[in-house]
């Protein structure tokens, strides 16, 4: 046998190739497909369309079929409703769990729709629990029956189970796939036990040690087992202080655990303390974009925000929105109302009026952004609120001085040093009652168990406008501008 032929030794250690700056994550794909971000090209985009109008199935597959399920995921994403069907039947062996894990909610739904049951439920087995559940729970109940029907009684009962917990909670996303074993085996046992087993989950970090009621005691990462000797006990190296995370916690209370504890995985435990599934950081990943640009979408009201939205549900969650802020903005128009008189005397006021309440709206929304932000961070709690608010107030004051200084520098300079005083004085005004709602209307709405990311840029914009006309006009009519 030639040198470079023999047989690895035990202690030979393999390392790997380090890979060229800028290869691909998947080497399948070419720069024919994707572009320098990673996206799907529109060059091939179109080819698939062209292919799918020919009816060339073949093409239409041999094209497709070097993504990445995540990449073909996005393809059908991208194409209009009737081609999606297309391609899906053109594609049918490509068209796995894996791809249809990746698919955005309202494209997977509508897919799952215009499947039988048994397909879906053909899906379904072939995905982990938290999966099958995300695909099931989107469905209307007359098909979340039938497909739950034509599953294995075993898959079935963990699905409903997963489905008995609340929308975003962890019950409901754990996954009831992990490893669990009693604290009186050896290392050596543990190992065995791991290797003789062949329904273990496919990916899985740590091994959960239980009790008799099959409560968590002890957790132990796999890289301590692999590291000590077969005849020691697992209760010695096991560790006994684990964050266990209750089946009813809110996902975003999870998302927060995670990020505070460095974790990597965690048991799920029920209201009994028995282990019932675990917590994996792929899947906090998920939790933390969505929750982060579900904050941003309900600050905007544009609701759920996703571009394969219906466009019934897009324009009820955006209009009621619009319709409040109708009624909040005749508010502020009252107010320019009452003070008709003394803008038709001096054109000025009409000039500068809107740049008070642009100016305190912007304020308002920086310190709002910044109290929804800590306050879904639990960094604003009942203990620091008043700090908190005392804060914000001299952050406003200072921005308020440095931007009633410039404008009524230019107002004095342009108009006259009365207005400039005005119009500065106001400014300050605003911008601290901007700074004071920017952190009491989130406050609120949070203490009223509101989610306060919903409506407080429509409060707060009201306050805002409303105390720069009324400050900016009434400050006007009394020192004698008018």
Request: proline fraction near 4%; charge should be negative; aromatic fraction near 4%.
């Amino acid at each position: 046998m030639a040198e470079d032929e023999r047989p690895l030794e035990d202690d030979d250690v393999m390392l790997a190739e380090t890979p060229d700056e800028g290869a691909r994550p998947d080497d399948r794909i070419d720069d024919e497909r994707m572009d320098e971000e990673n996206t799907l090209k529109r060059e091939f985009v179109q080819a698939v369309e062209d292919a799918l109008e020919a009816g060339d199935e073949g093409e239409v597959y041999d094209l497709v079929e070097p993504l990445h399920p995540a990449d073909v995921a996005d393809l059908l994403e991208l194409l209009e409703k009737d081609e999606r069907t297309q391609l899906a039947s053109a594609i049918t062996d490509l068209m796995t769990s894996d791809v249809v894990a990746e698919l955005n909610d309202y494209v997977r739904e509508e897919m799952m729709e215009a499947l039988p049951a048994d397909a879906v439920a053909q899906i379904a087995e072939q995905l982990e629990t938290d999966d099958a559940v995300q695909l099931i729970e989107d469905l209307d109940e007359e098909d979340q029956r039938a497909v739950l029907a034509e599953l294995d009684p075993e898959d079935r009962i963990a699905i409903q189970t997963a489905l008995s917990y609340p929308e975003e909670t962890a019950g409901r996303l754990m996954s009831r796939e992990f490893v669990a074993v009693p604290e009186h085996i050896t290392v050596g046992g543990l190992i065995d036990f791991l290797r003789d087993q062949h329904d273990l989950p496919e990916d899985f970090f740590e091994v959960f040690v239980v009790d008799q009621r099959h409560h968590p005691v002890g957790t132990c990462q796999l890289s301590w087992i692999l590291r000590t000797p077969r005849n020691i006990a697992l209760s010695d190296v096991m560790k006994r202080d684990q964050t266990l995370v209750p089946a009813m916690l809110d996902q975003e209370e999870v998302a927060l655990m995670f990020q505070k504890y460095g974790l990597i995985s965690a048991a799920v435990v029920d209201e009994d303390g028995r282990l019932v599934g675990q917590m994996t950081v792929d899947d906090v990943v998920h939790i933390i974009s969505e929750e982060a640009g579900e904050d941003a979408l309900l600050m905007s009201g544009a609701g759920e925000g996703d571009i394969n939205e219906p466009i019934r549900e897009a324009y009820s969650a955006r209009v009621r929105w619009l319709v409040a802020n109708l009624g909040t903005a005749l508010i502020a128009s009252l107010i320019i109302a009452l003070f008709g008189a003394a803008i038709e005397q001096l054109v000025a006021l009409a000039v500068l009026m809107p740049i008070v309440a642009s100016i305190g709206g912007n304020a308002g929304t920086q310190t709002m952004a910044v109290t929804v932000r800590a306050i879904a961070m639990n960094q604003l709690t009942r203990s620091n609120t008043g700090r908190i608010l005392a804060r914000e107030m001299r952050v406003a004051l200072l921005n308020g001085a440095t931007i009633a200084v410039l404008v009524g520098a230019a107002t004095a300079a342009i108009f006259s040093p009365l207005l400039g005083g005005v119009i500065a004085l106001a400014m300050i005004i605003n911008v601290v009652t901007a700074g004071l709602a920017g952190v009491l209307v989130p406050v609120a709405f949070e203490r009223l168990d509101q989610d306060p990311a919903v409506a407080s840029s429509v409060f707060v914009t009201m306050i805002t406008d409303s105390m720069g006309f009324f400050a900016f006009l009434g400050l006007a009519v009394v020192l004698g501008v008018v």
